[in-house]
């Protein structure tokens, strides 16, 4: 088992990897994001069946679903009440699924792509607090999606560019407390912050190819990108922290006693617990 320490003061971390024993007959595929529920129960989502493991916040195995239902693993979200949003890249879907995989919701026209209209390999989702669902679907598209709850597309935004309100690989995305949504902006070195209409607001540099977005219960804003690392941001953009995370930098989530947990280049999810 790998060990160090990332971060500094409050954002500061005991790296530890790998995260998640399995039982025998399991593998790890290729972890593209991991998310944890309310229990602070750990899903892994792979890229091979079954595409969720779930653990213990000790790594314990609980159990596996999805096999047969996702196509190609990319981006999780689990909201304030456990329903599960999981992008399906090559299958052109997101889908809305409980703790247990019942599929709830499906939005996209599955294994059918469109261009610049949802979706072309979506890469991640995310809720806001008024329960709408955003999409950053940004392999064939580069644009941003807003759904009702109950799967109606309300709107979309952006184009193909580098400037404000453009869009190279969209690949990261969230929403905060007051509705405002975050995307990385992979190709374009950027997270760029609009309004729920899709208005831009403002963006952050400084960052080389950021991959996922998420906010801890104190509005600390994480984002990891390509160096690879995780730079910690106020909501206004300030930078607070910043750490290595050598076996990870694409998917970022946290749990309710402040650790988190990444994923990236290696077959397994790296657990940062907080010092």
């Not at 091979?48 to 047969?68: A, E, K, M, Q, R």
């Not at 403002?202 to 509005?219: E, F, G, K, S």
Request: hydrophobic residues 35%.
């Amino acid at each position: 088992m790998n060990r160090m320490i990332s971060g500094t003061g409050d954002t500061q971390y005991h790296v530890i990897y790998p995260f998640g024993k399995l039982p025998d007959g399991l593998a790890y595929g290729d972890v593209r994001d991991v998310a944890t529920d309310s229990q602070d129960r750990v899903y892994v989502y792979q890229s091979i069946d079954p595409p969720i493991l779930v653990f213990d916040t000790h790594g314990n195995y609980l159990n596996s679903w999805g096999t047969g239902v996702i196509l190609d693993a990319h981006g999780i979200y689990i909201g304030p009440n456990d329903e599960v949003l999981l992008c399906d890249r090559n299958a052109h879907e997101v889908l809305k699924l409980s703790t247990e995989g019942k599929v709830l919701l499906r939005m996209g026209n599955r294994e059918r792509p469109s261009l610049q209209a949802p979706f072309n390999s979506p890469a991640d989702a995310a809720l806001s607090p008024s329960g709408d669902i955003y999409v950053a679907d940004g392999y064939g598209n580069s644009i941003v999606h807003r759904f009702s709850g109950e799967g109606k597309h309300l709107a979309s935004w952006g184009s193909r560019g580098d400037k404000p309100g453009q869009f190279t690989t969209p690949h990261g995305i969230w929403v905060d407390g007051n509705e405002r949504v975050y995307v990385a902006d992979r190709e374009n070195n950027r997270v760029q912050i609009f309004s729920p209409e899709g208005d831009f607001i403002t963006q952050w540099l400084d960052l080389y190819h950021p991959m996922d977005i998420y906010m801890d219960a104190r509005n600390r804003i994480y984002v990891t990108d390509q160096t690879p690392r995780y730079s910690v941001y106020d909501t206004d953009g300030n930078l607070l922290d910043r750490g290595m995370s050598n076996y990870a930098g694409h998917g970022i989530w946290g749990d309710n006693q402040g650790n988190l947990y990444m994923s990236g280049n290696a077959r397994s999810v790296v657990k940062m617990i907080k010092l």
